[in-house]
Nanobody, 121 residues
Framework: QVQLVESGGCLVQAGGSLRLSCAAS????????MGWYRQAPWKQRELVAD???????NYADSVKGRFTISRDNGKNTVYLQMNSLKAEDTAVYYC???????????????WGKGTMVTVSS
């Protein structure tokens, strides 16, 4: 079994900063791409940022220049540093990763349960 557990979400004022963390655990052989998605009320889930095992990053246009994704492979953890937060960043943020498990062929997708970020204006 593999689990992804997010942490760091809270209520913050516009212009403030937060750092989200997501730790993967279980029978993990390796982790490929890790990323963050978010879902705001009445909207579909969207990609915020992701990072490959080699360190290549990708960001949604709405967060470029404000958010930074990083990872610690030794801890199987991905982070999202969020600066200059805006009210429109309010959403539930979900961790995602592609994981290869012991005795299972190929890569599979795993999701965390989400952490709520509320930005007040």
């Amino acid at each position: 079994q593999v689990q992804l557990v997010e942490s760091g979400g809270c209520l913050v004022q516009a212009g403030g900063s937060l750092r989200l963390s997501c730790a993967a655990s279980g029978n993990i052989v390796s982790i490929r791409t890790m990323g963050w998605y978010r879902q705001a009320p009445w909207k579909q889930r969207e990609l915020v940022a992701d990072i490959t095992g080699g360190g290549c990053t990708n960001y949604a246009d709405s967060v470029k220049g404000r958010f930074t994704i990083s990872r610690d492979n030794g801890k199987n953890t991905v982070y999202l540093q969020m600066n200059s937060l805006k009210a429109e960043d309010t959403a539930v943020y979900y961790c995602h990763s592609e994981i290869r498990r012991w005795s299972i062929t190929g890569w599979r997708d795993y999701w965390g349960k989400g952490t709520m970020v509320t930005v007040s204006s």
